[in-house]
């Protein structure tokens, strides 16, 4: 079952962003700690309750395996851009245990319907250069590269 994270899913969120600090600390060491979270509890209770920020959780067995970080935006006030609404993800993850099961394309498609019902343009995410899974993953659910983020590294620790 997929469906909004509430406050009673703070913990097991946690333990998500976790994993995923984990697998950005070891492909980029020099950018991500070995500790320490995202979030801490009180910026996940303001993000729940956020209309903008929706999170979307995939249940089973009451047991929380996989979330969608979401972010709407809407350009409509932009001087630049087009005003469209995006949907943005800011973090899509499965716990490990239950990866290739699915799981993150069912909750995919999920954020993929729900930007249809409110009217998006288009969904966005980012990715890191040498997470070769997730690259993979979302060129296989039909994700295009949209801009490249560049960088020239001066001091090395």
Request: charged share 25%; glycine share 4%; with cysteine.
């Amino acid at each position: 079952m997929i469906r909004l994270a509430n406050e009673l899913d703070i913990d097991d969120i946690i333990k998500l962003l976790d994993e995923i600090r984990e697998i950005h600390h070891n492909i980029r060491p020099d950018l991500f700690k070995d500790s320490g979270y995202k979030y801490n509890k009180d910026e996940l209770i303001n993000i729940i309750n956020d209309k903008n920020t929706p999170i979307f959780v995939y249940v089973e067995n009451n047991k929380l395996l996989g979330y969608a970080f979401l972010k709407i935006i809407d350009n409509k006030n932009s001087n630049v851009l087009t005003p469209i609404k995006t949907i943005y993800i800011d973090d899509l993850c499965v716990t490990s245990s239950y990866r290739g099961n699915n799981i993150g394309h069912k909750l995919y498609d999920y954020v993929i319907n729900y930007a249809k019902e409110i009217n998006c343009y288009n969904v966005t995410l980012n990715v890191w250069c040498g997470n070769d899974k997730a690259i993979k993953f979302y060129e296989s659910l039909g994700l295009k590269p949209q801009k490249i983020g560049m960088e020239m590294i001066i001091k090395w620790k």
